[in-house]
């Protein structure tokens, strides 16, 4: 069953611009993670935010999370070509069993 | 450390035959996943495990699918008979605890003809 619903199903833009993601997702959680997978590859962990947490940086990455509307954002800073993968928020659920449930993802195609 | 390991990374296989897939967590991994990636249903957890035991196999589609991990270093999953709508990609994912990201492996593509 799918928790995180991302927005937009598909985003391309121009190296240097931003890319902006979003996830909404159902239930109550006790985490929430962004994933990267590059096309014929695994999933690659990005970020990691906790429930009680509201924004979060890594490097050129910039995850908020707003747990009263149920949404979490993902902004790519300055984008690469080799940023162009797929992007999928994963969900951890309130009872912390430690499993993740992941959304459909988002396509970003980053072009030079 | 080299990562989780999946083998094989490619299986065509007839339909009504055996398959079985191997996953090598993290040494020190407490946690085992086994997902299903396909175009039409995203990924679909399988079955986890935590310390060597299956803790929620909800996920497992029909009988005809079963996992297992004997010890902490080696997990399989195995279809029979495996049929055409099998066809996915099949990832095995360890982590170090409740509240850390996974670790992926590569994947193994099967094709079930």
């Known amino acids: 069953s799918q928790q995180g619903e991302e927005d937009p199903q598909a985003l391309s833009i121009q190296e240097g611009e931003n890319a902006t993601m979003n996830c909404s997702y159902k239930t109550s959680i006790n985490n929430l993670q962004w994933y990267r997978q590059n096309s014929g590859r695994g999933l690659v962990h990005l970020i990691l935010i906790r429930s009680n947490e509201r924004e979060k940086h890594s490097g050129r990455l910039r995850v908020t999370l707003d747990t009263s509307k149920k949404s979490s954002s993902l902004l790519i800073t300055a984008s690469r070509a080799a940023d162009t993968a797929s992007y999928f928020c994963?969900?951890?659920?309130?009872?912390?069993?430690?499993?993740?449930?992941f959304g459909q993802g988002t396509t970003l195609q980053v072009k030079p | 450390d080299a990562g989780v390991i999946q083998s094989p990374r490619h299986e065509v296989t007839e339909m009504g035959q055996e398959v079985t897939l191997r996953c090598k967590p993290i040494?020190?991994?407490?946690?085992l996943f086994w997902y299903r990636q396909t175009m039409m249903r995203g990924l679909e957890l399988l079955i986890y495990?935590?310390?060597?035991?299956?803790?929620?196999d909800s996920g497992m589609p029909e009988d005809r699918f079963s996992a297992k991990m004997p010890n902490a270093s080696f997990s399989t999953l195995k279809i029979q008979p495996s049929e055409p709508r099998d066809s996915a990609v099949y990832f095995c994912?360890?982590?170090?605890?409740?509240?850390?990201?996974?670790?992926f492996g590569s994947g193994t593509r099967l094709t079930v003809v």
């Open positions: 040494s020190g991994h407490d946690y």
């Open positions: 994963a969900t951890g659920p309130s009872s912390n069993t430690g499993k993740l449930i």
């Open positions: 495990f935590n310390n060597n035991v299956p803790i929620d």
């Open positions: 994912a360890s982590s170090l605890s409740r509240v850390n990201g996974y670790t």
